[in-house]
């Protein structure tokens, strides 16, 4: 006799940036297994690979792909399969300026995506030269290896390029390599290189504020979480 099978529920969810709405499971033992091993290789590389495998298993929506999800949109999705599986607390732990170690509870539910009223994808360049970007995927952000700050800004923002536009002329950033694109960002002054910068500060974030008060020395302080990390951070 076969053993019984457990049915699992699926969720309906909107993904922040591009507004898709996603249907998914809660991660089981299985894929609990491999996020558990990523986390103990404390390898950002082999990260990645754990979340973007977790998510394709978990997600049941047709013609899903996590290779083309920004990376707070992914986040955002991971941190809901995640609490469905487990539970929305997630304790978090930090040393304090006073040397206390910290330990905070929270509540993952409450977590807020803020969006940027100013956001835009197309950004001027000159009075006749616009470029579109499109948010940066987790392999953009995670696991850069050893490049420094300046080549990875410039390949983010590279691999972010959807098109360039003058006039009436566009631009496809697939039908270009990536010299052409490299030596089109090469050719930007200080301002119009700053403009494109300001666009990924103004992508939406996952935020959290939390009041706390240190045992040790009586300071009440607010700590702001940012990004998926800080949400399971530990001191």
Do not use: W
């Amino acid at each position: 006799m076969a053993l019984p099978k457990l049915n699992t529920i699926l969720y309906d969810l909107e993904l922040p940036t591009s507004g898709k709405k996603i249907e998914y499971r809660p991660f089981l033992v299985k894929e609990e297994k491999i996020l558990l091993m990523a986390l103990e290789g404390k390898d950002d590389r082999e990260m990645s690979k754990a979340i973007k495998q977790i998510i394709t298993q978990c997600v049941s929506t047709e013609n899903f792909n996590v290779n083309k999800l920004a990376m707070i949109d992914l986040e955002y999705l991971f941190l809901n399969i995640r609490g469905k599986a487990v539970g929305d607390i997630s304790t978090i732990s930090f040393k304090h300026d006073c040397g206390e170690i910290i330990r905070l509870d929270i509540d993952l539910s409450k977590v807020k995506v803020i969006k940027n009223k100013k956001y835009s994808d197309l950004i001027k360049l000159t009075d006749n030269i616009m470029i579109r970007l499109t948010p940066p995927g987790i392999d953009n952000v995670i696991g850069a290896g050893d490049k420094n700050q300046i080549d990875l800004v410039m390949e983010i923002i590279r691999d972010s390029i959807v098109e360039i536009i003058q006039g009436e002329d566009v631009f496809s950033a697939q039908d270009h390599t990536r010299e052409e694109l490299e030596d089109f960002l090469d050719s930007l002054n200080s301002g119009q290189f700053k403009k494109l910068q300001d666009y990924y500060e103004s992508l939406p974030k996952m935020k959290q504020d939390i009041e706390y008060t240190c045992k040790k020395c009586g300071k009440t302080e607010t700590e702001t979480l940012e990004g998926l990390a800080s949400f399971f951070a530990s001191a």
